[in-house]
């Protein structure tokens, strides 16, 4: 059984920093590209960030470029998101996605979220 489960989420101020991680199981990691999408309160679901299976290449939304690096440890099965420069408008749930294959062509699994809130 695919499991994703993201941590790290919480309150931090505008201007901070966070890492969120998600750890993966029930597949074969190393396989697949993995991403992040986030939704903000009230609003449609956004793609922040994807990652290749192997770690050498990565995209961004132009909303987080520069401030969010994606990044996965295959031996620990572990895809992380170090988040930057926070703004409120990043108040989102962030949620990992398993992608269909080597790279961002779709997703299949998803966790259940882990909350970030940006605000003084």
């Known amino acids: 059984e695919v499991q994703l489960v993201e941590s790290g989420g919480g309150l931090v101020q505008p201007g901070g920093s966070l890492r969120l991680s998600c750890a993966a199981s029930?597949?074969?990691?190393?396989?697949?590209?993995m991403t992040w999408v986030r939704q903000a309160p009230g609003k449609g679901l956004e793609w922040v960030s994807g990652?290749?299976?192997?770690?050498?290449?990565?995209s961004y939304a132009d909303t987080v470029k520069g401030r969010f690096t994606i990044s996965r440890d295959n031996a620990k099965n572990t895809l992380y998101l170090q988040m930057n420069s926070l703004k409120p408008e990043d108040t989102a749930v962030y949620y990992c996605?398993?992608?269909?294959?080597?790279?961002?062509?779709?997703?299949?699994?998803w966790g259940k979220g882990t909350l970030v809130t940006v605000s003084s």
């Open positions: 990652i290749r299976n192997d770690g050498c290449s990565t």
């Open positions: 996605a398993k992608a269909l294959d080597w790279w961002i062509h779709g997703m299949d699994y």
């Open positions: 029930g597949f074969t990691f190393s396989t697949y590209a």
